[in-house]
């Protein structure tokens, strides 16, 4: 039997606007996503999982069910209405409040500072490509370092480049730009830098505790043997994970990295971004002062070639089969035949979680620690007829997928990997940005019209396997 070490940490994930719900109490400020959902009139951020109210009966949860730690986002709105200047002090006294809350149930809060939501004053004036949201960022970030001593653990960004490729690439996060390359690869250098000069001004302060970025990376394969396929693997996996893992974790862009990066522009025709030595050498630094990666693994890519015009259907309704990915300049996704996916078209592939850990091991030894800051599945899922607060969900798919992903990081681990902890997204089900409610995540489930909480048979699981540290 696999077995984690020790010390290994077990944790469940989650976001400020996944979870909390009341995007307009206490003088919360409005975010990117808070007309847009409207106008879209798909789904609605509220209540979510109603954690602004529930927070401490989520963590009561946590505690009996193994979760050690736990992924919170702070929303920055929250705290600046505005994105900059005036305080709201309703929103910092909650999360000291749920920082305590956490203290009383022995639960170590990792904190995010930005997990996908800009405040909209700071959106409309450019979002990540604007130099007035990168200090904005930064000063707002040194605030919560200062007010929140009892946080241990930050995270800067969640996931740039997500947050990039789907505002101005594939269009599917607000503003809904799509094909344009050259501001996806602008705004994530951008989210590089502010992160760095966050890292540098922690260090700095001295405070004590850790600080990392989260990533999401997807291991690319190529779909053939075919040099052209091998190509555009390379490519996509520049576009989206090596120039990041480069940035963030070497500190400069290996020329190999920025010449793929080239490529998929010049094919394009858009310009290059062109990084400063101000900004490198700020990337340099925090380089080598990094506590921590964390690293988002889901699902794996397979790549061929492609000539045509780029072409992208998400599958945002779990109608199985119908995702399309085809970029002009980089190429098409193609798994190849028996590779198991969700209704969500996402691979089920763990050999692409352990390449990843090893990989950040081999390739990337400035960085200490490796924690999988998410990890999970997706399912429909639905409350049995005539349930009562006792009622256990079934859910032998999460389990399942549970056991073969923690068994492909306990191979990383005993192959060299230093992974020391691990976020199952999600720690209870909430709202996805272009899923709604329907992709349920959690170890716990929500009833969203009651709000109330339900075991399901992966929470027991988790429990035993944060317990003994022997995967069932
Ligand atoms: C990650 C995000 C999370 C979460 C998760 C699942 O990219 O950091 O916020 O949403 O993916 O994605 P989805 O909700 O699209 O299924």
């Known amino acids: 039997m ?96 749920l920082f305590e809350s956490c203290a009383k149930h022995h639960i170590i809060p990792f904190v995010t500072l930005h997990h996908f939501d800009t405040p909209l004053t700071l959106h409309y004036k450019g979002d990540w490509l604007s130099q007035e949201m990168l200090d904005a960022f930064v000063d707002y970030a040194k605030f919560c370092f200062k007010e929140f001593p009892e946080v241990k653990y930050w995270i800067t960004i969640n996931e740039p480049t997500s947050m990039a490729i789907q505002q101005t690439v594939s269009g599917t996060f607000p503003p809904g730009t799509k094909g344009r390359f050259d501001l996806a690869f602008q705004a994530e250098h951008n989210q590089m830098v502010a992160s760095a000069r966050i890292i540098n001004a922690y260090k700095e302060m001295n405070l004590g505790g850790q600080i990392g970025i989260v990533h999401a990376l997807q291991t690319v394969y ?154 999970g599945i997706g399912l429909k899922e639905s409350l049995p007829e005539g349930a009562t607060s006792d009622t256990i969900i079934d859910d032998p798919k999460r389990i399942d997928y549970l056991k073969k992903y923690i068994s492909a990081i306990a191979e990383a681990i005993n192959e060299g990997a230093n992974v020391k902890v691990y976020f199952i997204w999600s720690l209870q089900d909430q709202f996805s940005w272009t899923n709604g409610y329907s992709k349920r995540y959690g170890l716990f489930f929500v009833d969203f019209p009651t709000q109330k909480r339900y075991v399901k048979k992966s929470a027991l699981w988790f429990k035993k396997l944060s317990e003994t540290h022997e995967i069932p």
């Open 2 to 97: 696999l077995k984690l070490p020790k010390d290994f940490l077990m944790g469940g994930a989650s976001a400020a606007y996944q979870v909390e719900g009341a995007t307009k109490e206490d003088g919360k400020g409005k975010v990117l996503w808070d007309d847009y959902l409207e106008k879209q009139g798909r789904f609605s951020p509220d209540p979510a999982a109603d954690f602004y109210h529930r927070y401490d009966e989520d963590l009561a949860l946590s505690e009996k069910y193994g979760v050690q730690t736990i992924r919170v986002s702070i929303a920055w709105s929250r705290i600046f209405p505005e994105g900059t200047g005036r305080i709201e002090p309703r929103g910092v006294e909650y999360y000291h409040k």
């Open 222 to 375: 190529p779909y053939s043997d075919s040099p052209e396929d091998k190509h555009a693997a390379d490519l996509m996996d520049a576009f989206e994970d090596r120039l990041y893992l480069d940035g963030t974790l070497a500190g400069k862009y290996n020329p190999e990295t920025l010449s793929l990066v080239k490529e998929i522009l010049d094919a394009n025709n858009q310009p290059m971004f062109k990084p400063t030595d101000e900004e490198m050498a700020q990337l340099d630094k925090a380089a080598h002062q990094i506590d921590f990666v964390g690293v988002n693994n889901y699902f794996s890519k397979w790549m061929r070639a492609y000539k045509g015009e780029s072409e992208m259907v998400h599958n945002g309704t779990g109608a199985k089969g119908t995702s399309v990915s085809r970029l002009h300049g980089i190429g098409e996704e193609k798994k190849p035949d028996g590779i198991e996916t969700t209704d969500w078209d996402w691979s089920i592939y763990p050999k692409g979680m352990h390449d990843i850990l090893m990989r950040i091991h081999n390739e990337y030894p400035l960085v200490p620690a490796i924690y999988v800051t998410e990890n």
